[in-house]
């Protein structure tokens, strides 16, 4: 302390900086606090429960490996890793080429673009609860404003959220129905894109779906990226329309006593977060819950590796660039 | 996107391309292509709503049918879903903790953004990274310590747990707003002290009038979050009926309180409605905001 004062001629500058760090401090302590209550030690505690039996009523108990032992004995573990793979592949997949599709038309678009716009983004507003039960309704196979026009057709509506292989579709397609916020940046990121790129691969005779190949995709990849990252990170949290469509699925909607219907049909909506929830707050399995939330936080951990350095190379690349 | 608004419009330079006669009438054909791709997916984004307020108005036997377009309008059967639950007990709780995080947010947020955006100090990118961090971590995985200690404190089946954390620490906000604030130039910041203003006058004076666009949008995302948790209020209030919240008692609707589809779906359409008034108001606020998440990341 002492010898970077005296490195510092100016005595003034000194308390300048001390008072500057306080300012810093100041402004920074509910966040610092808040960070440490509800991430820093909730995390560690995790880990440390995770080695534990623990009913919430009785003490803690230590129980070695055993709770990460139990994961490879136990099938609705697999069945909810299964599932939670499938929507970090097919939701990811279907999510992203969904935004930029729709996207890349409203962009196309010379007048109406506001409205189509709305009608978009507006579903991605609403509560996930109302979305999944809408969904509910209209495809539910008996009677349904989706079997009907099937119906007319001549064909037979899925059983959607009451078919164990139609249920992830279901619940996807709700998905996708709400995915107007990735719509909207892919959006910005498609009218962002510098006109003379547009020109130069005109002048190329380039038509408009090459154009959109060679110039579009390439300028907004970076975007691209955060849209697939977004989604796995979204897949790997996917809750509410699991257990909201799992419980009106199985007929019996009540969020406190559907135990037994959590997943239906048949584990079919078991996600990790489901199954994680089950084990913690329907059976009181703390330390297998704990042990559930370590295997989930290492894996989003890895991600949002992933979209840290992504930005990283964004901001490096916009240095000195006009803001957007 | 505003930028692309600014930036020039097709050059002359460009126009000798004219020549190509064929553009025309190809043009036009693309044209009527894309629009009418464009109005099939608006009108495939709003029908399933439309399904839905259509079967809202249905009468009870009706809405157990196929028909798609009611025989007759029930519009009090908007009304009469207030008789069937306590929706009123919901709305209330739903606003409580939408406003007061809300609220809690701001005061906590707006500092810690500021400190993260304009002020230079050793330790800010970690801090920022840690914001990060804390933003894409999966809600589940903090739980089990979490309902363990709020259990302890005896305020499991309260909304203490959902809202106080806001007052402290909103990850996702302090995100939002540091990315608004680092588009104000640091000019205003520098001539703000030039003039003697200390840190917080300069927050309060010059930065917060600046950033009201940005502090709006995340007010609203934050409000809508809230608005339309579901894990947090299944959590904590799962058990105490008194203290559902609107997102978290419609999930049990279907089954529990109502068997018909038509109170069943115009009690989802009324939870829809704060969102879309929201965005009516404040359209710029939300495109804004969802695109600052996501292009300057």
């Not at chain 2, 979490?146 to 995100?175: H, K, N």
Request: charged share 10%.
């Amino acid at each position: 302390m002492t010898a970077t004062l005296g490195a510092r001629p100016a005595p003034g500058r000194g308390r300048a900086r001390a008072r500057h760090r306080l300012t810093v401090l100041g402004f920074m302590t509910p966040a610092i606090i808040g960070f440490v209550l509800f991430f820093g030690y909730p995390l560690v505690a995790t880990v440390v429960f995770s080695f534990t039996k623990y009913d919430l009523i009785n003490a803690p108990e230590f129980a070695g490996l055993d709770n990460y032992a139990f994961m490879f004995k136990d099938p609705l573990f697999t069945k909810a890793i299964q599932n939670t793979l499938w929507f970090v592949v097919v939701l990811t997949f279907a999510r992203t080429v969904f935004a930029l599709g729709v996207a890349s038309v409203i962009a196309r678009l010379k007048s109406g673009v506001g409205l189509i716009r709305t009608l978009c983004y507006l579903p991605s507003l609403a509560p996930p609860v109302a979305a999944t039960l809408v969904f509910f309704m209209v495809l539910r196979p008996n009677g349904g404003p989706f079997a009907t026009v099937l119906g007319w057709f001549g064909l037979d509506s899925p059983l959607w959220f009451s078919d164990p292989s139609w249920a992830k579709p279901g619940i996807t397609a709700i998905m996708l129905w709400i995915s107007g916020d990735l719509m909207i940046i892919i959006l910005a990121a498609i009218l962002d894109v510098p006109q003379e790129q547009y020109e130069a691969a005109e002048l190329d005779g380039a038509g408009p779906i090459r154009r959109w190949w060679h110039v579009t995709l390439p300028t907004i990849s970076p975007v691209l990226l955060f849209g697939i990252v977004n989604s796995v990170i979204l897949a790997l949290q996917l809750f509410t329309q699991a257990v909201v469509a799992g419980s009106a699925g199985s007929g019996s909607a009540d969020s406190t006593g559907s135990t037994k219907y959590l997943g239906f049909p048949d584990n079919s909506t078991l996600t990790f977060p489901v199954y994680l929830y089950t084990q913690g707050f329907r059976y009181f399995d703390m330390g297998y819950a704990a042990a559930m939330a370590t295997v989930l936080f290492v894996i989003s951990f890895a991600v949002t590796i992933v979209l840290v350095q992504r930005m990283r190379k964004g901001s490096a690349a916009e240095e000195g660039g006009p803001g957007a | 996107m505003t930028a692309t608004l600014t930036k020039p419009p097709v050059d002359v330079s460009t126009e000798p391309e004219q020549p190509k006669k064929p553009r025309d009438t190809r043009g036009i054909l693309t044209w009527v292509a894309t629009h009418a791709l464009g109005l099939v997916l608006g009108l495939m984004f709003a029908t399933p709503v439309l399904f839905v307020f259509l079967t809202a108005v249905m009468s009870d036997d009706q809405a157990f049918t196929s028909d798609l377009w009611p025989r007759e309008w029930h519009w009090n059967n908007f009304i009469g879903v207030f008789d069937k639950a306590p929706l009123f007990q919901y709305l209330f709780n739903s606003l409580t903790y939408s406003l007061l995080a809300t609220a809690g947010m701001l005061i906590s947020s707006i500092p810690a953004a500021y400190a993260l955006a304009k002020l230079k100090w050793r330790g800010r990118n970690v801090a920022f990274l840690l914001v990060i961090g804390a933003m894409m971590l999966p809600p589940q995985v903090v739980a089990v310590p979490l309902y363990d200690t709020w259990s302890s404190l005896g305020l499991t089946g309260t909304l203490v747990p959902l809202i106080a954390p806001y007052f402290l620490f909103d990850a996702f906000s302090i995100f939002l707003l540091r990315q608004f604030m680092l588009t104000i130039p640091q000019s205003y910041v520098d001539a703000a002290r030039v003039d003697g203003c200390s840190e917080f006058q300069a927050l309060v004076r010059i930065i917060v009038p600046m950033a009201k666009p940005g502090i709006a949008a995340t007010a609203l995302f934050c409000f809508l979050f809230t608005w339309n948790d579901y894990f947090g209020p299944l959590l904590y209030t799962g058990e105490v009926k008194e203290q559902w919240t609107l997102s978290l008692a419609l999930a049990t609707f279907k089954g529990m309180h109502i068997v018909q589809w038509n109170s069943a779906m115009a009690v989802t359409f009324l939870t829809m409605i704060p969102a879309i008034i929201l965005f009516i108001f404040a359209q710029k606020s939300f495109v804004k905001g969802i695109t600052f998440t996501g292009v300057k990341g």
